[in-house]
């Protein structure tokens, strides 16, 4: 009955899915606990989650070009423990292009390796996710990090400033967003990564340069990391070696769960920051209701199986598999 | 000048290169690390490598099938969570020795139930083993953690930590049950129709659906295999640490994969077997032990392996052209 609904009407409601469990999930923890829609609270939801968000957009792109970038996390040691590094060394002016350039490197053998030799995105991006952790621990010799001068550089600005009362990291956030966004709808590089990821073949012989499209993905998706590592190396000034670890994986639930296909070809940068704030607000509601930490993964496992089964469901019109 | 590929030795050689590659290493090892060529340490290096070997024999199974499954780590440690804990409930307080049994017991049956919970959901709802085990991956973690209350379980009874030094004649006890269960497996997979279907079903999933497989109990039954061996292997780490930490198993599910794609098998499914499997979990075993008695620090181990994996990508890529093809999702 409901999916003969979906079917038939409810094309238009089925892909707005993320946005509707969004408003029941916001509507459920308000009535729950009080504190929860107080503008302090939201503010500080999305401050904690721009790390995750601005690393989410750079992986959307990858994901929608059809592969998968596993080593973000990896990538976000690197480049913390970089730039907080170099910060004491060469000074922040120095250290945020350095760093950047160093993260692109790393984005440029991922995207040659996959754009260029057609190897396995999945595998690659595993083995440079082990590769990259090595790097940091060599480069660190294990140590961790930090700057010595916390409240004396302006390097401060990008974690723990505000620009007319909103903290810096919700800018770049939201901005960075908006800027892909549009880069991803209205522009022709948008619409090559759609066709590239959409259809290899047909993208080929449409004279669109799939290996140049795929390679410039990663560099997106690198830059990304470059900037997530900027507002964290700032807002903690000073890095663990292996701060990034598990941060792929939350990052491609937030994707996963903003409706980008892992086919490729399909998905949309704003639902991705759905997605991110949807699981930053669901962790934020749990541990307002007083929830051990962890439960929030728990829940995390059951919205992301149903949010991508119904969105499977309304797709063929029926809700189970009909495999055997 | 007789024809290379007529000597059995090296046409074998040559459709499993990751056996190459670990006699090479193998080699390289005992000609310049001392004390490599020791019984003790190729004992060693065995049960080392019987902790992943078991994950992988179950990721043999499941990717040959078509999918993957990355919440392995999360189910080795629930299980040796339970393990370990069991043991110390009041019902079994005087049982002595024989409540290790159903703490055992139980902490395999945890690994087979979380196994059949994401074939189930695999088989029913039709949503990729990548998403669905992605998710569980986290979840199983956190539940964990909510178990454990984020703390490590220690074992009170000695019994229990005792075991891992158990040797059956001159072999330790670990790589006994290693050894048995790489037969085992193998046996299922090259000698019944459950490992014939498994093939088929990876194969051509709609060919095996037009042949009258049933599709879905397969791979519900391998997602049931592996959280067996995933649990198996917990109870095990669980043994040489005589405790459970919440975080024992993390990255392992990498690890596993990496050796699994070493030994052959295919992303794409239908194609791979135990004996490469094996090569690429020695391959590993071999150089993690070795370099560390050459004392390279462990950090360059990541490195090496990281760039290996994807050498032996790239090499299969020329070498196999027919072969090509990459994860469906």
């Known amino acids: ?324 | 000048m007789a024809n290379l590929t007529q000597i059995p030795l090296l046409r074998w050689l040559m459709r499993n290169p990751i056996w190459g590659f670990v006699l090479i290493v193998f080699i390289f090892f005992s000609l310049s690390a001392d004390n490599f060529f020791s019984e003790r340490n190729l004992m060693n290096i065995v049960v080392q490598a019987s902790t992943i070997g078991l994950i992988a024999l179950g990721m043999t199974l499941v990717m040959i099938n078509g999918n993957i499954d990355l919440s392995v780590g999360a189910t080795l440690a629930l299980a040796a969570a339970f393990a370990v804990d069991v043991q110390s409930w009041a019902a079994f307080a005087t049982w002595g020795n024989w409540q290790i049994l159903p703490a055992v017991c139980i902490a395999l049956l945890v690994g087979i139930l979380m196994g059949a919970i994401n074939g189930f959901i695999v088989w029913k709802t039709g949503v990729d083993a990548f998403i669905v085990t992605l998710g569980a991956m986290l979840g199983i973690r956190g539940l964990v953690f909510v178990y454990t209350g984020e703390q490590s379980f220690y074992a009170m009874n000695f019994a229990y930590s005792d075991f891992s030094f158990m040797t059956i004649g001159p072999f330790p006890v670990l790589a006994v049950i290693f050894a048995v269960a790489v037969i085992a497996v193998h046996w299922l997979l090259s000698r019944t129709v459950h490992g014939r279907n498994t093939y088929a079903v990876g194969g051509n999933r709609e060919a095996a659906v037009n042949a009258g497989i049933r599709v879905g109990p397969h791979m519900m039954i391998n997602f049931m295999l592996i959280g067996f061996l995933a649990a198996l292997s917990g109870v095990l780490l669980s043994t040489q640490m005589g405790a459970a930490t919440p975080n024992l198993g993390r990255d392992y599910e990498l690890w596993v994969i990496t050796a699994v794609v070493l030994g052959g098998t295919k992303l794409t499914g239908g194609k791979g077997d135990i004996i490469g499997t094996l090569g690429g979990v020695l391959a590993i075993g071999i150089l993690r032990n070795g370099m560390n008695l050459m004392q390279v620090p462990a950090f360059y181990v990541l490195v090496i392996l990281g760039s290996i994996l994807i050498a032996v990508l790239f090499l299969d890529k020329r070498f196999n052209r027919t072969a090509d093809g990459g994860l469906r999702l």
């Open chain 1, 1 to 324: 009955m409901l999916l003969t609904r979906l079917k038939a009407g409810g094309p238009a409601i089925a892909k707005q899915g993320i946005l509707v469990a969004f408003i029941v999930f916001m509507i459920a923890f308000s009535l729950m606990s009080d504190r929860f829609l107080s503008a302090d609270n939201i503010m500080s939801v999305f401050r904690q989650s721009a790390i995750i968000g601005v690393m989410a957009i750079g992986v959307t792109i990858v994901v929608i070009g059809g592969n998968l970038d596993l080593s973000v996390g990896s990538m976000l040691s690197f480049a913390t423990v970089l730039v907080v590094d170099l910060h004491d060394k060469i000074g922040p002016e120095l250290a945020i292009p350095v760093m950047i350039m160093a993260t692109l490197c790393l984005g440029a053998i991922n995207g040659f390796l996959i754009g260029i030799l057609r190897l396995n995105s999945l595998i690659v991006t595993l083995g440079m996710l082990s590769a990259i952790q090595g790097l940091v621990l060599i480069y660190s010799g294990g140590q961790n990090v930090d700057i010595a001068d916390q409240s004396g550089t302006w390097f401060a600005i990008f974690g723990r400033g505000a620009i007319f009362g909103v903290a810096t990291p919700i800018i770049i956030f939201l901005g960075l967003a908006l800027i892909f966004h549009v880069i991803m709808t209205t522009m022709p590089f948008g619409r090559r990564v759609h066709a590239v990821g959409g259809n290899p073949t047909a993208s080929v012989f449409s004279g669109i340069p799939r290996s140049r499209v795929v390679f410039m993905t990663y560099l997106i998706s690198a830059l990304c990391v470059a900037i997530a590592a900027i507002i964290l190396g700032s807002r903690v000034m000073g890095s663990q070696n292996n701060v990034g670890q598990g941060y792929e994986l939350q990052v491609l639930a937030a994707v996963i769960l903003g409706g980008t296909s892992l086919l490729g070809g399909s998905g949309s940068i704003l639902r991705t920051v759905l997605g991110v704030l949807m699981l930053a607000f669901i962790q934020n509601g749990l541990i307002l209701m007083g929830q051990p930490y962890y439960t929030q993964w728990l829940v995390t496992w059951a919205v992301i199986i149903v949010a991508v089964w119904l969105d499977v469901a309304a797709k063929r019109g029926r809700l189970f598999s009909p495999i055997a």
